[in-house]
C-alpha cells in the first residue's frame, strides 16, 4: 500500500522544507508526499520561485523523500477557477495552473492537479450557462494536459468534490467526464478521491459508501486522500478524534477488493491556524500512525514527542 502525507500540516509552521522533510522522515517515517502550492504559490516572481523549489527539491532528497505529486491547497480552493462565471477569471486559473505545472516538475513531482473550479449559483442554476461552463472546462482541462506533458509531468489530477457546483462531484459525473475526455489529453487525466468528500452524507445521503466509488470510477482514480471524519463535514481530522467515524482497515479492504491497492493515498489533515504547534505535531504523528497500521497493516513505534 503506497501511504504518504499531504504537505497541509506544515503550512504556516514548518514551512522550511529541511524541517518538514525532517519531520516527515524521522518523526512520521514516512518517505512520501504530495507537495501542496500553499507552502510555494505558482504566482510568486520565478526569480523567486526556482531557487524555493530547489531547495524544496534538495530537502527531499536529503533526506530520501519521494514527492509523488504536488496539489492545488487550501488558498487555491477559495478560488472559482476554472468555472469562474468571467471569462477572464477562467484565463487567470488557466495561466495560475500553467506556472503551477513548472513548480511541480522544478520539486520534483511526477503529478499536479486539485480542485479545478465551482460555478457561482446563477451559473448553477441556468442549464445553458452550466452546460457552458461543463464544455468550456472540458477544453481547458484538455489545454492543460498539454501543459503538463511539456512541464515533463506524468499526470493531470482532478479531485472529486461533495459539492454540486463543482465538477466532478458524483461517479456518475466523474465518469462522464473522463469519457468527455478521451483523445483529447496530452498526459492522462486521472480522479483524485477525498474520502471525507465521498461519503459526505448531507449530499450523497446515509447509504454512500467507498465500495460505489472505487468501482464506478476504477482505474481512472489516480489517488487517495484519507481523513478522519462524521460524514457530516468534510472534517479533515486526525487520529485519535472521538468525533471522527472512518473506519481505515475497512477502507484498506475495500481497495484492495477494487484492486486498487497501488495507487498511492495521501493522509491530508486541516488544523485551524490558531491550534498549539505541539498539538499538531503530537496528532499528526499520532495520526500516521493509525493509518501505517490499519492502512499498511504495518507495526509501528510510538514516537514521543516533547
Not at 500553499?38 to 531547495?55: I, K, N, T
Request: net charge negative; hydrophobic share 40%; glycine share 8%.
Amino acid at each position: 500500500m503506497n501511504f504518504g502525507i499531504n504537505l497541509s500540516f506544515a503550512i504556516k509552521r514548518w514551512p522550511e522544507p529541511p524541517v518538514w522533510a525532517k519531520i516527515v522522515r524521522e518523526t512520521l517515517g514516512l518517505d512520501l508526499v504530495q507537495f501542496t502550492y500553499d507552502l510555494l504559490d505558482p504566482w510568486w516572481p520565478e526569480a523567486v520561485r526556482r531557487p524555493m523549489a530547489a531547495e524544496v527539491r534538495k530537502a527531499a532528497s536529503d533526506w530520501g523523500i519521494q514527492i509523488e505529486s504536488a496539489f492545488s491547497g487550501l488558498a487555491n480552493y477559495c478560488f472559482d477557477g476554472l468555472l469562474h462565471p468571467d471569462a477572464n477569471g477562467r484565463q487567470a486559473s488557466l495561466e495560475w495552473w500553467k506556472r503551477a505545472f513548472d513548480v511541480a516538475a522544478e520539486v520534483g513531482a511526477k503529478a499536479s492537479g486539485g480542485p479545478v473550479g465551482g460555478m457561482s449559483v446563477a451559473d448553477a442554476s441556468d442549464p445553458k450557462r452550466r452546460d457552458e461552463r461543463y464544455h468550456s472546462l472540458l477544453d481547458a482541462v484538455a489545454e492543460l494536459s498539454q501543459a503538463a506533458a511539456a512541464a515533463g509531468l506524468e499526470r493531470l489530477q482532478v479531485e472529486c468534490t461533495p459539492l454540486a457546483r463543482e465538477i466532478p462531484y458524483t461517479v456518475e459525473q466523474g465518469r462522464k467526464f473522463m469519457k468527455d475526455l478521451e483523445g483529447r489529453c496530452k498526459a492522462p487525466v486521472k480522479l483524485l478521491v477525498d474520502i471525507g468528500h465521498a461519503l459526505y452524507q448531507p449530499l450523497y445521503g446515509p447509504k454512500t459508501n467507498m465500495p460505489e466509488w472505487l468501482n464506478g470510477l476504477g482505474r481512472s482514480i489516480g489517488a487517495f486522500h484519507l481523513q478522519n471524519t462524521d460524514f457530516q463535514s468534510d472534517s479533515h481530522w486526525g487520529w485519535p478524534d472521538k468525533r471522527g467515524l472512518f473506519d481505515v482497515a475497512g477502507f484498506a479492504r475495500d481497495v484492495r477488493a477494487a484492486g486498487l491497492e497501488d495507487i498511492p493515498a495521501f493522509l491530508e489533515i486541516i488544523y485551524p491556524f490558531e491550534l498549539a504547534d505541539d498539538a499538531v505535531l503530537r496528532n499528526i504523528t499520532s495520526s500516521v500512525a493509525h493509518c501505517r497500521r490499519e492502512y499498511c497493516g504495518e507495526q509501528t513505534e510510538k514516537k514521543q514527542i516533547a
